[in-house]
T-cell receptor, first 111, second 117 residues
Framework: SQKIEQNSEALNIQEGKTATLTCNYTNYSPAYLQWYRQDPGRGPVFLLLIRENEKEKRKERLKVTFDTTLKQSLFHITASQPADSATYLCALGAGYSTLTFGKGTMLLVSP | GAVVSQHPSWVICKSGTSVKIECRSLDFQATTMFWYRQFPKQSLMLMATSNEGSKATYEQGVEKDKFLINHASLTLSTLTVTSAHPEDSSFYIC?????????????FGEGSRLTVL
């Protein structure tokens, strides 16, 4: 069955460092992968989409890589700030109705 | 960006009662909306796809008679949890897709925290 794995343990880093979050998947051939941010008690907010034929995408301090051979996506936040503290979800899809979410990884950025 | 509004943000009810949650797309028309449920520290689980003017499509294991979905207009979908029980307590989130089938993003509501006593 399809499986999406994100680190269940929180990632603690210091302000200014680069945070790297991992999303691995099995038994899936997604057409694209998305990353969302979710704050406690709130709905997720879309951050980035990367397609299967793209290796890297950037948006301001965010960078996403997508390796369909390794079946892995890495999500980087450079120059991290305490305001970046949240849970980050990866989602795989082949169309909007087939979007499947991982459990998310909590990021904690300390000043 | 597009805005999806969800109401109420939290609700407490007695076991056996029904609760209605509204999901509105405020600045765009959404022919398709999605309802998710999220338990603590768990991923978003798709419950059903709500289609304007037609019946909702439910995911396997989701009781359609318990979770009634109505998508009466292009900007409003409602989820009614009928005869709620404590095990229905969860965070319910709606979303609407903006874009084409293979490119776009989901805009989520703020979520509704349901607690059934």
């Amino acid at each position: 069955s399809q499986k999406i794995e994100q680190n269940s343990e929180a990632l603690n880093i210091q302000e200014g460092k680069t945070a790297t979050l991992t999303c691995n998947y099995t038994n899936y051939s997604p057409a694209y992968l998305q990353w969302y941010r979710q704050d406690p008690g709130r709905g997720p907010v879309f951050l980035l989409l990367i397609r299967e034929n793209e290796k890297e995408k950037r948006k301001e301090r965010l960078k996403v890589t997508f390796d369909t051979t390794l079946k892995q996506s890495l999500f980087h936040i450079t120059a991290s700030q305490p305001a970046d503290s949240a849970t980050y979800l990866c989602a795989l899809g082949a169309g909007y109705s087939t979007l499947t979410f991982g459990k998310g990884t909590m990021l904690l950025v300390s000043p | 960006g597009a805005v999806v509004s969800q109401h109420p943000s939290w609700v407490i009810c007695k076991s056996g009662t029904s609760v209605k949650i509204e999901c509105r797309s405020l600045d765009f028309q959404a022919t398709t909306m999605f309802w998710y449920r999220q338990f603590p520290k768990q991923s978003l689980m798709l419950m059903a796809t709500s289609n304007e003017g037609s019946k909702a499509t439910y995911e396997q294991g989701v009781e359609k008679d318990k979770f009634l979905i109505n998508h009466a207009s292009l900007t409003l979908s409602t989820l009614t949890v009928t005869s709620a029980h404590p095990e229905d307590s969860s965070f319910y989130i709606c979303s609407a897709w903006l874009g084409t089938a293979n490119t776009g993003e989901l805009f989520f509501g703020e979520g509704s925290r349901l607690t059934v006593l």
